[in-house]
């Protein structure tokens, strides 16, 4: 009775051991390598999405097909990038707007490229701007030429330099106008004193051969902004300003006119009335593409004469001149400008 009591209480049980465990010979799981040539690829579509997301954020001007396209402007010429090869204290010019001292000595900024061979790509872009100029209307090259650009740090006052020193090499006599009334950087490229300058020259203080300083490039002349007026746009639009881009004109083969940016002030608006040409000025990776348009627009409501853009900074610097100039014009150019091409 005890044993049929004790196997009645005893649970029966449906486990059996089919076969013995053995030890895994290799991990388990997916291989090494098809996770990281997956995460690879990954990768790469992520990349390719992020690079179109960001062209598309993206909105500035970095080519000349750029600048044509959105700005509906030629492009004359493509300088490359000045600042590479720049000293620390450059770059500290640049920044801050005037060099520091150290020690009683005053440290450089940029200097004119086209004096030297320290930047032969930059030197060669301005001398295809002042050929592409020379080439820009049938009737021949503008006398007056306005540089300008719609915002700051565009390098607009370089670009005027460089452009008048290139011309000076090709003329008799050339004249770079400080017409930045605001803030003027012209004498500081040719360590001149801003003083006395266009303002006391408007202001009937002075004349012209008071203000004139001659620079170390042959014929090339340098008219300070001089000192800062109350009223820069009233200046810049009075018919004293009429009359001194007059005679100018009549002495000097030509006039390079520097001028603050457009935006914010009609300084630029208001001398491109005046002028015989106006060159606009972008930075690639900086200017705008709704910018340019603004600008070309306020431009051409106020009849101004645009002969083009010049890039600078820009991707391709090696790029033509705009197809926009044909060889139609090799006619009616000047002798210095068929003699220049065919060099």
């Not at 620079?215 to 007026?229: E, H, I, Q, R």
């Amino acid at each position: 009775m005890k044993e049929m009591t004790v196997a009645v209480e005893v649970r029966a049980s449906n486990m059996s051991v089919a076969d013995r465990a053995v030890p895994p010979s290799a991990p388990s799981g997916t291989g090494r390598l098809k996770s990281i040539g997956f995460a690879m690829l990954l990768a790469a579509i992520a990349g390719v999405v992020l690079a179109y997301v960001r062209d598309a954020v993206d909105d500035t001007v970095k080519t000349a097909d750029d600048v044509e396209r959105w700005g509906r402007m030629p492009t004359l010429a493509v300088v490359p990038d000045t600042s590479v090869g720049l000293e620390p204290a450059a770059w500290w010019t640049r920044l801050v707007g005037r060099g520091p001292t150290s020690g009683g000595l005053t440290w450089s900024g940029p200097t004119i490229v086209v004096r030297g061979a320290t930047r032969p790509a930059c030197t060669d872009a301005y001398r295809e701007l002042r050929t592409a100029l020379m080439l820009s209307r049938p009737g021949g090259p503008p006398r007056t030429l306005l540089v300008a650009s719609g915002a700051d740090a565009e390098g607009k006052t370089l670009t005027a330099a460089n452009l008048a020193v290139a011309f000076s090499q090709v003329a008799r006599s050339v004249l770079l106008v400080d017409a930045d009334l605001r803030r003027p950087r012209c004498h500081r490229l040719f360590g001149l004193k801003s003083t006395p300058g266009l303002a006391e020259l408007l202001t009937g203080q002075c004349t012209l051969d008071d203000v004139l300083h001659p620079a170390d490039d042959g014929g090339l002349s340098v008219l300070p902004a001089g000192a800062t007026p109350p009223n820069p746009t009233e200046l810049l639009g009075s018919g004293e300003m009429r009359i001194l881009l007059t005679e100018a004109a009549s002495r000097f083969d030509y006039v390079v006119i520097d001028s603050p940016a457009a935006f914010g002030v009609a300084d630029a608006t208001v001398l491109s009335t005046v002028v015989d040409g106006v060159l606009v000025v972008a930075r690639g990776g900086r200017t705008r593409r709704r910018h340019l348009r603004t600008l070309r627009s306020r431009l051409a409501r106020a009849r101004a004469p645009i002969v083009g853009v010049v890039l600078n900074g820009g991707d391709d610097p090696s790029a033509p001149a705009s197809p926009y100039h044909t060889t139609v014009e090799l006619a009616s150019a000047p002798a210095a400008a068929r003699a220049e091409r065919a060099a």
